[in-house]
């Protein structure tokens, strides 16, 4: 019988690490990095290294004001470790996979035993997005793993304070403290948007407590105080060196992330329940009964899962209200979705609840969806230029043009997905819950894994392949390098762009017209060449699925 408050198994923890090496780390650099995010990131942590600045965070050479540096000094270091390369810039979220899986593990143990740790655990790592985003070049994973952490800290301050049933070592200022430090490294991951959740939670809870006070003025004012402490040094130290302007205008873009539509990131209402459904699958299907009774007795059981549901309803909401709408924006949410999951599992290991019949409809009905996009991409790959003559886009009819081999084969892995589904189904009815639960995380994993090595690879040569393939060949020349017509980020890291000495590089007008000192070149797309058309001296040096190649010669 297991109790509350167990301490870890040494052998679990063995097991997850395997697990995670094992899953999360292999081929992290067999596909290009991604516009925008993960080259943007990769290039911020480049030029670090380059010019050994590493208080503020640059693109091209100049302030990049949009994020703080926390993740680029983890992408920085792994340069430094395994070269400027993919598998360098997403290292540190394969590391962050670790952290995660055996957190949730220690936690579980803490709140409720063994058994729930590991399918704490194994619900994150058996989940499509949360699995998916430790093997990406993106920000989230180490921004939403700090801010988790504070939130469970701040969780146990609460307990402590209110002396609920959970056991607890520390002093309620110790877990303030730790939730605050959190939080703040949160900060300066990403920015402070990681606070606002912190504040909004904390008053729906308040409200759900009927305006009890469960943490004092003077104790809020200390935790305000913690969880500024680390970003405010950076924040400081940044305006003593380089005045106000960087904060400035990094709070207003924040603003703006929330009042406008970023880049055309527009979506419809619903769009994060959506994600949510489809992006934490299968541990979603399983939350959704948490949300009603479950007869939880423990005091801090119970409490855990109305933090938990509050949390996940103030991320949806208000990620629903901010205007751009971005999947790894609710991403924070993946941490309460995955313990109300774990919470309805453990039940049922338990018989306490059973597999209702909409719950195995649920989970069907998305694995066809799942199994039809596998079966369908490869079928469409093949007839590729069936779908070109239906495309009016001439940009993305160009981009079929891209030679990439599907065999057919690749739909298999859907094959293979529906068949485990079914598989889940009949131990479960077997009476062997556990071994069901435990070969649909693995099945998961698989899928992830299987689906970046046939599928990413081969979908990245129609929409990027061919500029990073004509980047890479000026890698060792001192050049300047310009897109026309859109934006990407794709050209600073791919391109290796040395920082030039002469400042007139970023006005293009000047590159495209002036007396340039370096050749230049431009990348473009086919619809819109017509952009370059008043410039007469560029030459045309290739178009390939759906950019074209321009080149400026330096005057003599």
């Not at 990131?41 to 590493?54: K, P």
């Not at 920085?76 to 360098?88: D, H, I, K, R, W």
């Not at 004012?221 to 924040?235: D, E, G, H, N, T």
Request: net charge positive; hydrophobic share 50%.
């Amino acid at each position: 019988m297991e109790e509350t408050g167990m301490k870890p198994s040494r052998s679990h923890i063995f097991i997850l690490t395997g697990l995670a090496l094992i899953f999360f780390f292999p081929f992290l650099g067999g596909v290009n990095l991604f516009d925008w995010d993960e080259n943007n990131f990769a290039e911020a942590a480049r030029e670090m290294l380059i010019m050994q600045d590493y208080l503020r965070v640059h693109i091209n050479f100049q302030p990049f004001w949009e994020k703080p540096p926390l993740f680029f000094w983890l992408q920085a270091l792994s340069m430094e470790l395994f070269g400027v390369n993919e598998y360098a810039a997403r290292f540190p979220n394969a590391v962050c996979g670790i952290a995660t899986l055996i957190t949730l593990y220690m936690i579980g143990c803490r709140l409720k035993g063994r058994t729930f740790g590991m399918i704490w655990a194994l619900a994150y790592f058996g989940s499509l997005l949360p699995h998916f985003y430790f093997k990406s070049g993106i920000i989230d994973p180490w921004f939403n793993f700090f801010i988790f952490l504070g939130f469970y800290f701040f969780i146990r301050y609460n307990w402590k304070k209110n002396n609920l049933s959970l056991p607890a070592k520390h002093s309620k200022y110790s877990y303030l403290f730790v939730s605050g430090v959190f939080i703040s490294l949160a900060i300066i991951t990403k920015g402070p948007v990681a606070f606002l959740l912190v504040c909004l939670t904390l008053f729906v809870y308040w409200i759900f407590k009927k305006f009890r006070w469960f943490i004092t003025i003077p104790d809020f004012l200390l935790y305000v105080l913690f969880s500024s402490s680390v970003a405010a040094l950076w924040f400081g130290i940044e305006t003593l060196i380089n005045g106000p302007w960087f904060v400035e205008t990094f709070i207003t873009y924040q603003w703006r992330l929330f009042s406008t539509p970023d880049a055309g990131h527009k979506g419809f209402a619903g769009y994060h329940f959506v994600i949510l459904l489809l992006g934490t699958f299968p541990a979603s299907i399983f939350a959704i009964r948490a949300f009603k009774n479950l007869d939880i007795i423990a005091d801090h059981e119970k409490d855990m899962r109305l933090w938990m549901l509050i949390l996940f309803w103030v991320i949806v909401i208000l990620f629903s209200v901010v205007k751009s709408k971005i999947v790894h924006y609710s991403s924070m949410a993946y941490f309460p979705i995955t313990y109300l999951a774990s919470v309805v599992i453990y039940k049922m290991i338990k018989k306490e609840i059973s597999l209702k019949k909409w719950m195995k409809v649920m989970l069907v009905s998305i694995s066809l969806i799942i199994t039809g996009i596998f079966i369908v991409l490869p079928l469409i790959g093949i007839n590729i230029k069936w779908l070109q003559g239906k495309v009016s886009d001439p940009f993305a009819s160009a981009n079929m043009n891209a030679e990439v081999n599907w065999t057919g084969w690749e739909g298999l892995l859907g094959v293979f997905f529906m068949l485990a589904i079914f598989f889940f189904l009949r131990l479960y009815k077997k009476d062997k819950i556990k071994k069901a639960f435990i070969s649909l995380a693995i099945t998961i994993g698989l899928l992830v894994n299987f689906g970046l090595f046939l599928f990413i690879g081969k979908i990245e040569m129609y929409s990027q392949n061919a500029p990073i393939t004509f980047l890479k060949t000026l890698q060792d020349k001192d050049v300047y390098i310009i897109t026309k017509g859109y934006k990407s980020y794709t050209h600073y890291f791919y391109g290796r762009m040395k920082q030039p000495d002469n400042e007139k590089y970023t006005d293009q007008d000047w590159l495209l017209e002036g007396n340039i000192d370096k050749d230049l070149y431009i990348i473009t797309k086919i619809d819109k060449e017509h952009k370059l058309d008043q410039y007469e001296d560029l030459i045309r040096l290739n178009e390939q699925n759906g950019f074209v190649f321009y080149k400026r010669e330096a005057d003599s």
